[in-house]
């Protein structure tokens, strides 16, 4: 290490359990972020100036100004531009650290292309902002026995929790109960999260059932709450890319900011499990992603899974959040302009304003939630 790289990473080389040792062993390293909004960002930022040597920041969004209260890495001017996510923070972060490789693919993770986006990656880390890319990364991760972070955040909590294939339990033990794994449906979830957490600081409505659950879009996120669970996801990250087993354990931990209060919960394998017991990735076979197809001339529907959705839950959700929102029992509309949402009781949607895929699944994932 030369007197210059020493002297920039110094303080954390200082740090008894980093060392020299350890800084260049995260200068050989590498991670790939999936999405890049509240938590990808500070997260990215954190890994950056700490040295890792290589950072791959995957994300399907454009930068809008409701980002800028918490995204750590974007500015008015990229608002305005509209640019990609993906884009800014690779530019910013090489800014910060030129030492790093960082490389931002826009892009909307699939089954499809999950192979080639996170493929060589020796840790992927959760910046997502929907369950079904979430539980695409933990099947990815638990087939190919490659360690992951899960980390979410909403309103003023968040929660987060270093997954080893084999060894902990992975997100489908934590958030898919047996009937919501057979129907396919992530989002039934919590059930089995809130019977062992107790629901204490609310963290279990992260993993709600489909249309009741509290989403950034409808409850809102405070940066401080993000920039919390980033900084616990980070520190994870750093453990687990050094090899520190004994610094890392089988906890789920969740911080709420408002209150103040902390869990750190051990969460057991469940030797049923759909992904690490019985090894049915479908999540990454595809079946279980929603189909969407063209639906007249700028429009894109939405299949939805077998999914009941509470219509009113979700009016009541929207309309908090201050939208426009009509519904009767059979749909539900509201305008995010310059598009037009309509919803469906069985979960399908229409999204009318563009012809794009990505951003209907985007708009469903933030509004409807996924
Ligand atoms: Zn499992």
Redesign the pocket.
């Known amino acids: 290490m030369d007197a210059k790289t020493r002297e920039r990473y110094s303080r954390q080389i200082l740090f008894a359990d980093i060392g020299e040792a350890g800084q260049e062993r995260l200068r050989e390293s590498s991670a790939a972020v999936v999405g890049c909004g509240a938590l990808g960002t500070a997260l990215a930022n954190l890994l950056v100036r700490a040295g890792v040597g290589r950072l791959r920041i995957i994300d399907r969004d454009f930068v809008e100004e409701s980002n800028l209260q918490r995204q750590t890495l974007f500015e008015e001017s990229d608002a305005r531009d509209a640019l990609p996510k993906a884009v800014v923070a690779e530019r910013r972060l090489a800014a910060i650290n030129s030492d790093v490789k960082v490389e931002g693919v826009v892009a909307d993770l699939t089954a499809k292309n999950a192979g080639d986006l996170l493929g060589g990656f020796p840790l992927l880390l959760d910046g997502a902002d929907n369950f079904e890319t979430r539980l695409l990364v933990?099947d990815y991760a638990?087939k190919g026995g490659v360690p992951w972070v899960y980390a979410a955040v909403v309103a003023s909590y968040g929660v987060a929790m270093a997954i080893r294939p084999g060894e902990t339990?992975?997100?489908?033990?934590?958030t898919?109960t047996d009937e919501a794994a057979e129907a396919g449906e992530a989002g039934e979830a919590g059930a089995r999260h809130s019977a062992t957490t107790g629901d204490e600081n609310g963290s279990s409505r992260l993993v709600a059932a489909p249309g009741t659950q509290a989403t950034c879009d409808t409850v809102g996120v405070l940066g401080a709450a993000a920039g919390v669970i980033a900084s616990i996801e980070a520190a994870l990250a750093i453990k687990l890319l050094l090899g520190k087993r004994q610094a890392l354990d089988d906890r789920l931990v969740s911080f709420d900011v408002w209150t103040g209060r902390s869990q750190a919960i051990r969460v057991g394998?469940?030797p049923d499990?759909?992904?690490?017991?019985r090894r049915d990735f479908r999540y990454l076979a595809g079946e279980a992603q929603p189909h969407v197809t063209m639906c007249g001339r700028d429009s894109v529907q939405i299949h939805e899974r077998r999914r009941r959705l509470d219509l009113a839950e979700l009016g009541r959700n929207l309309a908090a959040g201050g939208g426009e929102v009509r519904h009767n029992e059979f749909l539900l509309r509201f305008r995010v302009p310059p598009y037009e949402v309509t919803v469906f009781a069985d979960g399908r949607a229409i999204i009318k304003g563009t012809r794009d895929p990505a951003v209907a699944r985007s708009l469903y994932a933030r509004y409807v939630g996924a």
């Open positions: 933990n638990v339990a992975c997100l489908a033990c934590l898919e394998r469940r499990c759909r992904a690490c017991g």
